[in-house]
Nanobody
Framework: VQLQASGGGLVQAGGSLRLSCAASGGTFSNLNMGWFRQAPGKEREFVALISWSGGTTNYADSVKGRFIISRDNAKNTVYLQMNSLKPEDTAVYYC???????????????WGQGTQVTVSS
């Protein structure tokens, strides 16, 4: 499975961005999907996840109420709508796919290349 993340950029605090992650080479509708992020000098951290059907979602406390994860299995794409962005959201954002639905990066089998999100104050 290959994952291609896009949609990052520079935005002012309070603004919004929508990240996309397009999958190819596998059966997307069988895969649970997650978004993770990594800021400079910090470990990769969980952001959000969505089950293969879209029926289950989970968010890190730091983004709950501001970010929304969704997926379109017909387009083999998962999205991360990010609203009310804060400078502390600045990081490289990665999408990941796996068989298990857990907020643990080690449980994901496939990773995209990452897209940079920078939030200015």
């Amino acid at each position: 499975v290959q994952l291609q993340a896009s949609g990052g950029g520079l935005v002012q605090a309070g603004g919004s961005l929508r990240l996309s992650c397009a999958a190819s080479g596998g059966t997307f509708s069988n895969l649970n999907m997650g978004w993770f992020r990594q800021a400079p000098g910090k470990e990769r951290e969980f952001v959000a996840l969505i089950s293969w059907s879209g029926g289950t979602t989970n968010y890190a406390d730091s983004v709950k109420g501001r970010f929304i994860i969704s997926r379109d299995n017909a387009k083999n794409t998962v999205y991360l709508q990010m609203n009310s962005l804060k400078p502390e959201d600045t990081a490289v954002y990665y999408c990941a796919a796996g068989r298990m639905i857990l907020p643990n990066a080690r449980k994901y089998d496939y990773w995209g290349q990452g897209t940079q999100v920078t939030v200015s104050s």
